[in-house]
T-cell receptor, first 116, second 115 residues
Framework: GAGVSQSPSNKVTEKGKDVELRCDPISGHTALYWYRQRLGQGLEFLIYFQGNSAPDKSGLPSDRFSAERTGESVSTLTIQRTQQEDSAVYLC??????????????FGQGTRLTVV | AQKVTQAQTEISVVEKEDVTLDCVYETRDTTYYLFWYKQPPSGELVFLIRRNSFDEQNEISGRYSWNFQKSTSSFNFTITASQVVDSAVYFCALSALRSQGNLIFGKGTKLSVKP
């Protein structure tokens, strides 16, 4: 597609339920990033993929969070047993190559997750 | 460790004023890249500029200009003759080889331009 696509755009879930957030990067982009942005806050790094592997998972806040990427394309961020503090906008970005940031990352519009 | 500091949390100016957004970064890498992104109220982050660590030449794009100074580890962003449409949150970001390409963001500066 023309840009990074994220779905759903909005998700309301009950505390304790699992959710899956999807990201479709720009075609041909090998690097993919997930960030979390709480209301009025900055971008908190979660995980980054180079191809299908994740060299840096250091930002995942707990073992309830996991992510995978298949076919060097779509990525899914899964949050198990959601908690109210997981409420945030989850942003996905992709870039042509990671390699120290030689190319800029393009962002999707995010998924707004609300845990009630 | 890689770190980006945007000390200004919020700035409010009147239209046509010039405004400078500060960004200070930390990295031990000699090769790194600096970025500015704009996040308007709609929420989507928009790429503004990328600068590599070997190019200290300042850049101007219309009303936007960037001042990169390695000596002070700063990459400041100036908007000349600000307009209401410039109102947004602006993020500075750093990517370095040690972080394997990961983009580290500052906490952002919220700019409000009033008519």
């Amino acid at each position: 597609g023309a840009g990074v696509s994220q779905s759903p755009s909005n998700k309301v879930t009950e505390k304790g339920k699992d959710v899956e957030l999807r990201c479709d990067p720009i075609s041909g982009h090998t690097a993919l990033y997930w960030y979390r942005q709480r209301l009025g806050q900055g971008l908190e790094f979660l995980i980054y993929f180079q191809g299908n592997s994740a060299p840096d998972k250091s930002g995942l806040p707990s073992d309830r969070f996991s992510a995978e990427r298949t076919g060097e394309s779509v990525s899914t961020l899964t949050i198990q047993r959601t908690q109210q503090e997981d409420s945030a906008v989850y942003l996905c970005a992709s870039s042509l190559a990671a390699s120290g940031g030689r190319t800029e990352a393009f962002f999707g519009q995010g998924t707004r997750l609300t845990v009630v | 460790a890689q770190k980006v500091t945007q000390a200004q949390t919020e700035i409010s100016v009147v239209e046509k004023e010039d405004v400078t957004l500060d960004c200070v970064y930390e990295t031990r890498d000699t090769t790194y890249y600096l970025f500015w992104y704009k996040q308007p109220p709609s929420g989507e982050l928009v790429f503004l500029i990328r600068r590599n660590s070997f190019d200290e030449q300042n850049e101007i794009s219309g009303r936007y200009s960037w001042n990169f100074q390695k000596s002070t580890s700063s990459f400041n962003f100036t908007i000349t003759a600000s307009q209401v449409v410039d109102s947004a949150v602006y993020f500075c970001a750093l990517s370095a080889l040690r972080s394997q390409g990961n983009l580290i963001f500052g906490k952002g500066t919220k700019l409000s331009v009033k008519p």
